[in-house]
């Protein structure tokens, strides 16, 4: 088990509970998608997972070790994340691409030039250089590496992020509706790197207003309805019309 969440409560924007006593695990190598119509808890989660909202209760473990969202704890044990509303979530609208794309590693060799220990410079030219290779790489629509991210598209600004946390050792992959607004290409392109995280051992959660994309993608799938788990499924064993029901509440 590389992500285990156990009875996890949040409160949403409202001041009521939008996650209540959930539990989760997500396995090395394993894909585990989070169905549910939009606005049952799956942002809060998200958020509470991460560390970018309180917990009121529960427990969040990386690698079996207690995780908080501290940026430490994200370096030692590969934690990666893409939340909804990246430019809001992920990102810092004023900086440049390329600084935004250094958030995770600049003060880390190569980004860091150390002199002496504590003594150093950010090598502003080593970030611009790995921006410029990751803009062709993804596709990314902008200006150039130093215009501000916020001038990008949402899609855009979607594929920066996904650069930045797809990048290095990865051991759990935390992904919100991580196509959201790209054209066809790009969608393929970023199940594509999913899987491909999935493949190299990372545990990968991937949390989905698209029913099509979990089913393309989940190795296994919980329905979340009131910020409950209501029902569990190997994707090979799940079935349409009962993930339907379980996510109107029907079942």
């Known amino acids: 088990?590389?992500?285990q969440v156990e009875g996890l409560?949040?409160?949403?924007d409202r001041g009521t509970l939008a996650v209540q006593g959930l539990s989760l695990t997500v396995r090395r190598g394993e894909i585990l998608g989070i169905a549910g119509v939009s606005g049952n808890g799956q942002r809060e989660l998200v958020e509470a997972i991460v560390g970018q909202r309180p917990r009121v209760a529960g427990t969040v473990r990386v690698i079996?070790?207690?995780y908080a969202g501290r940026r430490a704890e994200n370096r030692v044990l590969g934690l990666r994340a893409l939340p909804e509303e990246p430019l809001r979530n992920a990102s810092v609208g004023d900086l440049s691409v390329a600084h935004n794309m250094a958030l995770r590693d600049f003060d880390e060799a190569p980004?860091?030039?150390?002199v002496l220990p504590g003594l150093g410079w950010l090598s502003f030219a080593e970030w611009r250089g790995r921006a410029r290779e990751w803009i062709d790489a993804y596709g990314i629509k902008t200006r150039g590496e130093n215009a501000p991210i916020a001038s990008l598209s949402g899609g855009n600004v979607q594929r920066a992020v996904l650069a930045r946390e797809l990048a290095g050792t990865i051991r759990v992959l935390i992904a919100a509706n991580p196509v959201f607004g790209l054209d066809f290409a790009a969608v393929a392109e970023i199940h594509e790197r999913l899987v491909q995280a999935r493949n190299r051992g990372a545990a990968v959660l991937l949390v989905s207003a698209d029913l099509d994309e979990i089913f393309a993608l989940a190795d296994r799938i919980l329905v979340v309805s009131d910020g409950r788990v209501v029902h569990e499924t190997t994707a090979a064993?799940?079935?349409?019309a009962v993930i339907g029901r379980h996510m109107a509440s029907h079942a």
């Open 1 to 3: 088990v590389a992500l």
């Open 9 to 12: 409560s949040a409160m949403g």
């Open 64 to 66: 079996g070790q207690p």
């Open 111 to 114: 980004m860091r030039r150390l």
């Open 237 to 240: 064993a799940a079935d349409v």
